[in-house]
């Protein structure tokens, strides 16, 4: 006989499934991607609030699709303890500005938003119909992995200082973060504008790295995504 307990938690999991299943999930993810890349990064060099509600918002999508995906249970766990030790660090590094602390939380920034891909591709490339929610994974994937490289490009500036020169240098941590992250979408579209350019070995490294996955990966998801589409009716 099932323990109340256990009939709980089906039932949130259920819950979860379809909240995932229909589009409200993705659509919620992309909303909360959007407002962080066009209107908190850039702005929050002027004071603009609201980088911690949008990132509570991901925190909690991202912890409710990790239990709706089929995986491990161990598997499962270890990501929402990294994800939230993530959420956490990054937080606390915002009332302790030292360096050390910045480094910490670049890098679980970095880990954290590849985790978060992995996530919205498990929930993307479910079984199922192509719907607009899979469109919305892929805007969803393509931003974190904009996120993710704008992480690692602010943890090289923060242990090899000056690997990145600017027409205007930051003046502090919010102003990089600001900088790095219009940098990472520039290179990840690869407009490259010019004014922000990457000289250590390292860092051009990266640079070459997401402008090689920026032209790759919306291709590649096309593809699946199309793939997944005609599976049907080769089938029939």
């Not at 819950?15 to 066009?38: C, E, K, P």
């Not at 479910?126 to 992480?151: D, F, P």
Request: include cysteine.
């Amino acid at each position: 006989m099932n323990s109340p307990h256990r009939i709980h938690t089906a039932d949130l999991r259920l819950q979860m499934s379809n909240f995932w299943s229909g589009d409200l999930g993705l659509t919620l993810v992309t909303i909360s991607l959007a407002a962080l890349i066009f209107i908190i990064y850039p702005l929050q060099v002027a004071g603009l609030p609201g980088r911690f509600f949008f990132d509570l918002i991901m925190l909690v999508l991202m912890i409710s699709g990790a239990l709706t995906v089929r995986q491990g249970r161990l598997t499962t766990v270890f990501m929402i303890v990294i994800v939230v030790m993530g959420a956490v660090v990054l937080w606390f590094s915002w009332f302790t500005s030292t360096l050390f602390t910045h480094k910490l939380a670049s890098f679980f920034s970095v880990v954290t938003s590849l985790l978060y891909v992995r996530i919205v591709l498990h929930i993307m490339f479910r079984s199922g119909q192509v719907t607009w929610s899979r469109l919305q994974g892929g805007v969803c994937a393509y931003l974190l992995i904009g996120l993710a490289w704008a992480s690692a490009y602010e943890l090289i500036e923060l242990f090899y200082s000056h690997s990145f020169h600017f027409v205007s240098p930051p003046a502090d941590m919010n102003q990089l973060t600001s900088k790095l992250v219009y940098f990472s979408f520039a290179t990840l579209t690869t407009v490259g504008f010019g004014d922000v350019t990457p000289l250590h070995p390292a860092a051009r490294s990266l640079a070459i790295g997401e402008a090689i996955v920026g032209q790759l990966l919306p291709a590649i998801l096309i593809a699946t995504l199309v793939s997944m589409a005609l599976q049907p009716h080769s089938k029939s």
